[in-house]
RNA sequence: GGUCGGAUGGCCGAGAGGCGAGGCUCAGGACUGCAAAUCCUGCCACACGGGUUCAAAUCCCGUUCCGACCUCCA
């Protein structure tokens, strides 16, 4: 079924409408976490990317459904010393299981304060072994992946006949090239072979038996592996980052493909493009990491993080910097002031579908907040806008409606309110400031405003 | 080296042959006890060199510079 979003398929390397293979719902699967660390603002745009695929779906009328994976086991470097998840425990001196659950609750927390809604799944690597170890034993059977003599299965490229498709490499280019030294390690039948299973070797942590003996995953066939156990014989969307078109999906559609008899698994690839901070790509040796904590740190909300994104499309490299973030906080808040002030006028229905057209143009996103900034601007009437902002809320999910003060306060910040404006009724400037210093100090701005002071 | 994107005002960024998007910053003004907020006004840009055209930021050719990916990465 047809449903009048078209997106950028990396594949197709065009705009093609996203269709759901069954009547009845869009079967997405999105690129989850490694969660040997706290996700990072550039991370969370590309968790942002596969939330507005949802909401403009729904918006457009119809479901979706969600998997998103979590990679708590298995993505390693070719040297397969250097696990993430290990190396973080060796680090952290702890359990890697431990650090995993903790990383990985943290993850859930950023997606709520971004009001990215919930995945219908999210499967662990580490809990779907047994899946992945199913599909490597068909694989094998299908003679598309082989046990070297190291004990760890490989995955035979060249058996692939469209392998490239995604990324446009092509095998004969693929040998080693200029930027990495190769140390073949004699196992692998070709170079481009990579690992489905790798063996113990020295690890004792994060290993399970296996038909080929200890060991762990390779990284590419957990997705294989959870997307068709989850999503089933098709996958109608896969989202993911830029970097992960090549080797990470590109592997992973040989796999999947592979043991569907070269049966297309996956029918629109979408890529989120990668986010800068402050002109440079985010990286720890860069020290230009941001989470979403330094944001609230820092006293903004952190939609206001969803809105600077959304102000970009998603497959357009973008610079995000710390004024960008401090203008779209600040264009929230005054939206929020306005919409309770446009509440008061009589409720009507308005018509959003040059709304609707922006987003389903791949996520015109930065159109939808331009007509929305003129909107505000414009000679409408309060009931108009009030009404366009709610129903474009759905989608950019802003909490517009949320209050901007706060009713509760402390009987101590009431009193100096209440001393506060007696001294400026008695026209006691000097200590009205002085009140105001304080109740700064408590965390409140007051503002004075013809109808006496708020805050 | 290969492949793919870019270059727009102080900054960020849309637009894709003829109407100078928008945001942020800054300056001036209104309002205000002062702030803050808000409103008004101002700041006339499309990397460079050729070409096509009545008309080019937009199309063509060339040049320079920048970025991404090329088996760590969202």
Not at 337 to 345: G, H, M, S, T
Request: one cysteine or more; aromatic letters at 8%.
């Amino acid at each position: 079924m047809k449903t009048g979003l078209f997106l950028a398929d990396t594949k197709a390397r065009t705009l093609l409408e996203v269709e759901s293979s069954n009547e009845s719902s869009v079967r997405i699967y999105c690129c989850g976490p490694t969660v040997y660390r706290d996700a990072h603002v550039g991370n969370l745009r590309t968790f942002l990317l596969s939330d507005l695929i949802v909401r403009t779906l729904n918006f457009l009328g119809h479901s979706a459904t969600l998997v998103q994976n979590i990679t708590d086991v298995g993505h390693m470097s070719d040297d397969f010393e250097e696990d993430k998840m290990l190396a973080q425990s060796q680090l952290e001196r702890r359990d890697p299981f431990t650090i995993a659950r903790e990383y990985e609750e943290h993850f859930h927390t950023d997606l709520a304060r971004l009001n990215i809604s919930k995945a219908k799944r999210y499967p662990r690597a580490s809990e779907s072994i047994e899946l992945m170890q199913a599909l490597i034993e068909h694989l094998i059977e299908l003679k598309s992946a082989y046990v070297g003599e190291d004990g760890s299965v490989y995955f035979s490229a060249q058996s692939f006949p469209t392998y490239g498709a995604i990324s446009g490499n092509r095998l004969d280019d693929l040998k080693p090239g200029h930027r990495y030294e190769y140390t073949e390690d004699g196992a692998k039948r070709f170079h481009a072979d990579w690992a489905l299973w790798k063996a113990a070797g020295k690890r004792t942590e994060m290993i399970w038996p296996s038909p080929w003996g200890a060991g762990f995953p390779g990284w590419h066939i957990e997705c294989s592996a959870m997307s068709m156990h989850f999503l089933g014989e098709t996958v109608d969307l896969h989202v993911g980052g830029i970097d992960l078109r090549f080797p990470h999906h590109e592997n992973e559609r040989a796999q999947s493909n592979a043991s569907i008899h070269n049966r297309e698994l996956v029918s629109m690839w979408v890529h989120g493009e990668h986010l800068l901070f402050e002109g440079r790509k985010m990286s720890k040796s860069a020290g230009n990491v941001v989470l979403l904590n330094d944001l609230i740190n820092k006293g903004l909300d952190p939609l206001a993080l969803r809105l600077a994104l959304m102000e970009n499309r998603y497959r357009s490299q973008m610079d995000l910097t710390w004024s960008a973030l401090e203008a779209a906080n600040k264009t929230i808040l005054r939206w929020r002031r306005n919409i309770a002030q446009w509440a008061l006028a009589p409720r009507i229905e308005v018509d959003i579908s040059d709304f609707k057209v922006f987003l389903a143009n791949d996520l015109d996103t930065p159109k939808v907040i331009l007509q929305l900034r003129a909107l505000e601007k414009s000679e409408a009437t309060d009931s108009q806008k009030y009404a366009t902002f709610i129903a474009m809320d759905r989608v950019l999910a802003l909490d517009l409606q949320r209050r901007t003060q706060e009713e509760e306060l402390s009987t101590e910040a009431r009193e100096l309110l209440d001393a506060r404006e007696l001294a400026r009724a008695n026209k006691d400037f000097v200590m009205s400031d002085v009140l105001r210093e304080k109740l700064q100090a408590i965390g409140i701005d007051v503002l004075d405003t013809p109808d006496g002071q708020s805050w």
